[in-house]
């Protein structure tokens, strides 16, 4: 089967030019049929400060109410995105930007309120795996933003995490599909605050028992579910870790398996 890698790069790699373009050399040269999800929550939180809203989070995820969203298209559909796609052409790699909505690429609904009203937060029901796949083989790397859309004319932000795992699950029948999650920590640390700690590999059983000692907390918990999510669902291989991920013999990062 064809290998596929999709990558996704946390909000703190973007934030910093040299990481980021030190990832993006990476990944333009990287050979196989490439996929980047890029997140941008910080520079949404720093804009909309800037232009005098208030972002408004409930533990840790962000109430997109009708500003809020705004806000999101104008970041993460162009500011993050064209400035990647641009930087990635300038490297000799046929970046395309997508958002769900391009090509009715990722369908999602409003997540009902339940508890709590997130706004216009999209909760992924599925991806047109055959366009992707047909851009791939055009030799196009698509570079999706934090968004999606509910086919009746409404954009919806969802988690960039959620993005590339749905993304990998969708594609795993076509694809050998291998999800990294590269952000700014060497990977899934034992001790948040010692950059050395990192937990080589994490299994199903071993998963449960650093969310029940509190090891694994705040952006780790969706990430390590959406991580699991991928691997029940086809998902060959998923890693998570820094740009060491793509150095070849560098075994410094997170490999989980089921
Ligand atoms: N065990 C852990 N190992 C590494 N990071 C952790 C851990 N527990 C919590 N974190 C926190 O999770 C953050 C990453 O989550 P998040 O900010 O959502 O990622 P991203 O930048 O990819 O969107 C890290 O910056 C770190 O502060
Ligand atoms: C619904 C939801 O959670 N949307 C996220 C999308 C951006 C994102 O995921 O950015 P990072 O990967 O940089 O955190 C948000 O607005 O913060």
New binding site residues.
Partial sequence: MEKLSII??????IEDETQLLQFLKLFAAMDNPKILVH?G?KKASEISKKLGIEPKMHKGRRITDETALDVALMVYGGLANKKIVARLQSLGCNALGMSGADGNTIKAHKRPVKEMDYGFAGDVDGINADLITNLLHLGISPIFCALTHDQEGQLLNTN??TIASELAVGLSDDFEVTLY?????N????D?SDKGSV?KKIDSTSYQK?MSDG??????L??LHNCFHALQHGVNEVRIGNLALFEKGNPNYTTLTL
């Fill in positions: 996704k790069i946390g909000g703190n790699i997140g929550g960039a995490d999650y590269c952000f700014e920590m990977g899934v640390l034992r948040v937990i650093l090891i694994i907390s705040n952006g780790m969706p990430k």
